[in-house]
């Protein structure tokens, strides 16, 4: 089935609209960031650049590093841009931009997301690694696709609900599991794990206050009392459970890397950011070529 030119939308040169990219000039190695400046901050360990592509807040730098293609990409604050960046880079390798038409052989992407974090429980320091073993997304963007039975975790889902006595009003929330083979490659000593909670904005959403007051005040209370089967919720960020759900939905391989950069427990934050996101780029790196 041809699919029409309003629904996938190229640009004159052939290229997918948001992220502004040709087929040939993606890797099967992604790495997501939220912040474009950081896109330079992985490429510069590059051994070669050959790409460099950029279009509002969704750069692209594609190379080499020890001889293994990557792409880097920034997707932007998120669920809603990650939903984008999911379907484009999906297009990118699975669909026929000339024909208009699913390829009948389909590419699996690794896709490794480098972000930011911070904590909610004082166990999980400043400046630590965390990788996210699942993601609760209270966001909506899953809800809009079929056939999401089979990468939820109901069980998990209906447990997270029933504890935080969540309001329906907000969101339904989801479950969804990292993947075994990348969640396996990128664990270490280095490293600690955890479950993360992905909401749709900073401030309200992940319970600060400023000067708008909260309609729940004991939220990240609840979430730091939830317990299921031994686990707990470790850190709070706007985009993993979203690119699990995505990734698995589209027949893709993702996990997150988390840098955490504050503890909401302690209220403190790191001392130098940057120091402890470079590090985590770098293990990254290793990690991608092992």
Known sequence: MRIEESELILTPEGKIYHLNLAPSQLAATVITV??????????KYFDTIETKAEHREFKTHTGTYKGKRISVISTGIGPDN????FNELDALVNIDFEKRQVKKKLTSLDIIRIGTSGGLTPDVKVDSFLISTLGI????VMHYYDKTDKIFNRDF???????TQWNPDNSVPYAVEADK??????????????ITIT???FYGPQGRVLRAKLKDEKLNEKL???????KKITNLEMETATMYGMAKLLGHRAISMNAIIANRASGT??????KTIDALIQYTLEKVTE
């Open 199 to 201: 909401n749709v904005g």
């Open 82 to 85: 990650i939903d984008i960046v």
């Open 157 to 163: 889902a209906q447990s997270f609900i029933d504890h």
């Open 224 to 230: 730091t009392s939830f317990r299921y089967k031994k």
């Open 269 to 274: 934050f790191s001392k130098n950011a940057s």
């Open 137 to 140: 997304g209270l966001d909506n």
């Open 34 to 43: 939220g912040d474009p400046d950081r896109v330079e901050m992985v490429s």
């Open 181 to 194: 083979t990348l969640l396996k490659k990128f664990t270490s000593e280095n490293t600690i794990q955890g």
